[in-house]
């Protein structure tokens, strides 16, 4: 099904265009009401608990910094298959997310653990690079180990019309890929508008995307609940049409248990339990884990913790 | 994995309900001379209070009180008659989360829409209006208030309907006599307590308590110079034959049956929200509800896909807890008169749909409910249900859209849904509403002027135009 | 042969010329019938003189010519507002054209000086003017942009209630009948007027100036005949929107008023005293006839 339908619409940037261009509009001011009534839900107790773990377990654990080291990332990975060495009972996190050069540190690292390793690629954050570049910036994590692959889609060539050029490129990531996930990030910062992250949305689909991603975390605004939003109504749709389920992940600016639970909120009123794992859905953070970690324990012990009591890594 | 909310009720602890209430008039809770009745609960049943009754003779003694009070209240200067009502609203916002429990509780609205609608909106206009009583004359309707304003409110909104027609009133130098629904007076009663702590000179505010009759003795009060009411179409009609003939000068703000149009390139996820607020808002308790959804044919398959899935996920229970979405409906007679209706749609022809939807075992509860084929020539397409309860009709041109849209005695309001914004005011310019959302539903503000066209009534509250229904033009 | 004309001989020489005069009909959607009841009265001067047999309309005549002023709703409701001043502005050019004719005509009917006819001539096509120049206008007044607390447009415009019953002053058969129908107009009513009774012929020659002005058939309606009678058929049909009482009698107002309130008709009470029909009108009757329509629209990329 979806191979006849991306077939048909990606024939040329004429048909692409027409196609992403039919899709319905957004309207911001409806969308942000309805992402901000959905902030508004109240969860508590033990709906609260199963949340925290819900999030944890979705969490893909992220450094991405240019002073990386492999300690850093040993760390990082150790923090990931134990978030509270002290309690067992804490589930793992979804995948450790590092850079391409960092992919080999970080896999034996979780070996045995059901951690996965990602690895950002294709000439991350900017994307400016040639797609060869690309091609073998992905090809290498791949190698090294690197079950996922978070790659960012050409902000400019979708700025300036040529879907074309966007859509290809994701194809020829996604084969460089083979068995890992692909997931495609949009940069939704920089796309501007609603109604360009829901033609970016189907156009990652449409090439073939496992998931789809909001953010490097290196553009504000990031993560956005309505943005968000829009990316489940995206995945929701395609999976009507197609019959074929895209994951979401939203990264960059997801701080607190508050921000995590909002967004198991969206996914739960907007594309239904469905959607409500590890494996179609994450949350690329890296400092939400802690607080994920202090909430849990407040609610075991019923009194506020702090965060010395919690591993920095 | 399913994701269950565990109950997050709001405390009750926060409002103190005593167990009777007086009326309150000339600065005084005092007890009526008519038949007192209970306030209960909708969504438990349970007896809230016990409110005292007015009898004619106490609507005249709040006359009385509002008259002598005039003579002060007018003559104050409009700047001093500002800061008691800047006052008003700052303990309104002070005391917000109260009002919004006590709310739910009388009304059994839910609470995150008392909480973040209804007050809001009620501080919001006392401010509003506070602003314009020194400069009423740059309005353009004169300066001069009329005298003693009655009012008679509906249950559906009780507190922000209490703002819309006292604010304005107060600004413009009126004294006012307000006769809140016998099934909500509660948070008229507690806005009695926050005039007294807004030092509000005795009798310019007055609020009498009962049924019907209460509100009928209201209007027809010789000495009352002013009459606002917001209700039924029916009561409007006899309300408007009582003052034919008397000087009283009279503001209407009475029913609907709005269509809200969908057209095929319409931004639909944002459509079907503005379809869920326009009617499922408040239980569908709204006069401007957009109770008949005209959806063009092209797209109504998908549009009603997404409805139903949406509507699937809409939380029915207490109205106090805080993800609630749909709440009690008001009185054991309004859910009769919504089941009533919609039998009378069944029998119809038309198919009946509700997602499923656990109902509380006591109180008054109705699951929101969509009718697919739907006639123009239907009952439930004509008649105003005031419930959760919405018409689906298909059209194929927008000359179709609009002429179906207009086909109704009614004209408050109706929405419109296009990402074309050339057929946007095309629409909007032929619709015969007093307000037109686009792209939107259910919004209010107390700088936008809200009233209708046709049966709707007359008169507008809200914005600069709200004030001349309150100053002698 | 030759065939030579035979010059007329003058018959004002000999013989007074008879008058040919005029049948006095009904206004309705742009034609002049007769009532539909055959009905006819006689109206005479304000000395007692006869003048005409005007047509005494029916309940049927004001059905029908609801029915006429519906149909041109749509189109002079849609009109632009420039085009309806013009069309306004237009009908003061009419008027002042036939000024010697409407001023020997109020001197029969209202019994007033032949200077004062003149003068309330002259008053009506300068109402006519002054009206005419509200139609682009009043909507900017009565209008607002709202500063919603919120990411909206928000725009309040006025828009023509529909269709109005006007019960005309039984005073001031020209002037006063001009200041009570064309601020119904202006704005993008229609309506239908029953004349005074007692001096309707102004009326009917006013429908003339009409009919010959631009304005589209069935804008304005004019029936002449018993107020009693027929304003409370208007007062209580349901596809009439407002009426302005200010011709009729307390208690016909009364009655009438109750009877609007079946489908809430916006209503004008009569005038407590006496109207100075030369005073400065004011706009109160425009905007009692205008309904304020707002439409909001979300702002957003």
């Known amino acids: 099904m979806s191979t006849t339908t991306s077939i048909d619409v990606a024939s040329s940037n004429a048909t692409l265009r027409a196609f992403l261009h039919g899709l319905p509009g957004v309207d911001r001011v409806g969308a942000d009401g309805r992402a901000a009534m959905l902030g508004t839900r109240s969860i508590k107790t033990t709906a609260k608990r199963q949340a925290i773990d819900l999030a944890i377990s979705m969490v893909d654990l992220t450094t991405l910094e240019g002073a990386d080291t492999p300690g850093k990332v040993r760390a990082m990975c150790a923090k990931a298959v134990h978030p509270d060495p002290a309690n067992p009972d804490v589930p793992k996190v979804a995948a450790v997310c590092v850079y391409p050069d960092l992919v080999a540190e970080a896999v034996p690292a979780v070996r045995g653990s059901g951690v996965k390793v990602a690895s950002v690629a294709t000439a991350f954050p900017s994307g400016r690079s040639s797609l060869e570049v690309k091609v073998t910036d992905t090809a290498l994590a791949v190698a090294a180990g690197a079950d996922e692959v978070d790659m960012v889609i050409d902000r400019g060539a979708f700025l300036a019309g040529d879907y074309l050029k966007v859509y290809e490129e994701i194809v020829a990531i996604k084969a460089a890929c083979g068995p890992a996930h692909l997931k495609v990030i949009l940069e939704t910062g920089e796309l501007s508008t609603y109604d360009n992250v829901r033609r970016a949305s189907w156009l990652a689909m449409l090439a073939g995307g496992d998931f789809i991603k909001t953010s490097t975390g290196k553009v504000q605004p990031a993560a956005t609940l309505p943005v968000t939003l829009v990316m489940l109504e995206a995945v929701r749709d395609f999976l009507a049409a197609t019959g074929r389920k895209v994951g979401v992940k939203p990264a960059g600016g997801i701080r607190t248990t508050k921000d995590a639970i909002k967004m198991l909120v969206l996914v739960n009123e907007t594309v239904g339990d469905g959607w409500l794992h590890p494996d179609w859905f994450r949350l690329g953070a890296s400092s939400v884990l802690n607080d994920l970690l202090m909430q849990r324990q407040k609610q075991d012990t019923g009194r506020y913790s702090g965060p010395d009591y919690f591993t920095l890594d | 994995m399913m994701f269950e909310y565990a109950p997050a009720p709001e405390s009750r602890d926060i409002v103190d309900i005593r167990s009777s209430y007086g009326m309150f008039v000339d600065g005084d809770f005092v007890d009526g001379t008519g038949p007192s009745f209970k306030t209960i609960n909708p969504a438990t049943e349970e007896p809230l209070a016990e409110i005292a009754g007015a009898s004619a003779e106490d609507v005249d003694r709040a006359v009385q009180a509002a008259r002598k009070a005039f003579a002060v209240w007018s003559a104050m200067p409009g700047a001093e008659r500002a800061k008691y009502l800047f006052r008003i609203a700052r303990i309104i916002q002070e005391r917000a989360r109260e009002l919004a429990v006590l709310e739910s509780l009388d009304n059994g609205k839910p609470i995150r829409e008392s909480r973040d609608v209804d007050l809001p909106l009620v501080a919001a206009h006392f401010f509003y209006y506070a602003g314009w009583a020194d400069k009423l004359e740059y309005a353009g309707y004169g300066t001069r208030p009329i005298g003693v304003a009655g009012q008679v409110i509906p249950w559906n909104f009780p507190l922000l309907m209490l703002a819309w027609k006292v604010a304005p009133a107060l600004a413009c130098g009126n004294t006012v006599v307000l006769k809140p629904a016998e099934t909500t007076p509660l948070t008229a009663l507690l806005f009695a307590e926050i005039c007294r702590q807004a030092d509000l000179p005795p009798g310019v505010v007055n609020i009498v308590t009962g049924a019907g009759d209460v509100g009928a003795a209201v209007v027809a009060h010789p000495d009352v110079n002013k009459v606002a009411f917001t209700g039924s179409t029916e009561v409007g009609r006899l309300i408007a034959r009582n003052v034919a003939g008397t000087a009283k000068k009279l503001t209407l703000e009475l029913g609907g049956k709005a269509a809200n149009i969908v057209y095929a390139d319409a931004a639909i996820d944002q459509a079907v929200e503005g379809i869920v607020n326009g009617i499922f808002f408040n239980q569908g308790h709204v006069c401007c509800a957009g109770s008949r959804l005209l959806v063009q044919e092209s797209v109504a398959g998908e549009l009603l896909e997404s409805l139903k899935r949406r509507l699937g996920t809409l939380r029915l229970g207490d109205p106090l807890d805080k993800n609630t979405d749909i709440g009690a409906i008001n009185s054991a007679a309004q859910l009769a008169k919504i089941r009533e209706l919609s039998e009378i749609g069944d029998q119809e022809g038309a198919e009946r749909w509700s997602p499923p939807c656990a109902i509380p075992e006591r109180g008054y509860w109705f699951p929101p409910t969509v009718f697919t084929g739907v006639a123009q020539s239907h009952r439930i397409a004509r008649e105003e249900i005031f419930g959760p309860v919405l018409s689906v009709l298909t059209f194929r041109t927008p000359e179709e859209a609009v002429q179906k849209a207009n086909n109704t005695p009614y004209g408050l309001s109706a929405g419109v849904w296009t990402e074309k914004a050339s057929l946007m005011l095309w629409t909007a310019d032929r619709l015969r509403a007093g307000v037109v959302w686009s792209n939107t539903f259910n919004r209010f503000d107390p700088a936008s002027p809200f009233g209708g066209y046709k049966e709707s009534g007359y008169g507008r509250e809200g914005g600069r135009h709200g004030l001349e229904a309150y100053l002698a033009t | ?301």
């Open chain 3, 1 to 301: 042969m030759v065939w030579r004309p035979t010059l007329p001989r003058d018959a004002r020489e000999s013989v007074e010329r008879l008058a040919v005069r005029k049948t006095y009909k009904l206004f309705i959607g742009g034609a002049f019938p007769r009532s539909e009841s055959g009905r006819s009265y006689a109206v005479t001067s304000s000395k007692g003189e006869f003048l005409a047999n005007a047509s005494k309309a029916s309940r049927k005549d004001a059905r029908d010519a609801v029915v006429a002023a519906r149909k041109a709703f749509g189109g002079w409701s849609g009109a632009t507002a420039y085009n309806r001043g013009q069309v306004i502005y237009r009908i003061a050019e009419m008027l002042e054209g036939r000024r010697a004719q409407f001023a020997a005509e109020l001197v029969a009917a209202d019994g007033v000086s032949a200077k004062k006819a003149g003068e309330l001539v002259d008053a009506a096509v300068d109402r006519l003017v002054w009206y005419a120049g509200w139609s682009d206008k009043i909507s900017a007044i009565r209008g607002s942009a709202n500063p919603v607390a919120g990411p909206y447009f928000n725009l309040s415009s006025t828009e023509p209630t529909g269709v109005v019953a006007v019960v005309a002053p039984p005073m001031g058969p020209l002037l006063g009948l001009v200041s009570v129908v064309v601020p119904v107009i202006v704005t993008g009513n229609t309506c239908v007027v029953v004349a005074s009774g007692r001096a309707p012929l102004p009326s009917v020659t006013l429908a003339e100036v009409l009919a010959t002005s631009d304005l589209p058939g069935g804008v304005v309606n004019i029936l002449t005949g018993d107020a009693a009678e027929l304003a409370p058929w208007l007062a209580g049909h349901m596809d009439v929107n407002g009426i302005d009482l200010t011709g009729a009698a307390p208690e016909l107002a009364v009655a009438c008023e109750q009877l609007a309130a079946e489908n809430l008709k916006r209503v004008i009470r009569p005038p407590d005293g006496e109207i100075d029909w030369l005073a400065d009108p004011g706009t109160g009757r425009m905007t009692a006839f205008l309904e304020t329509k707002t439409v909001w629209h979300p702002i957003g990329v």
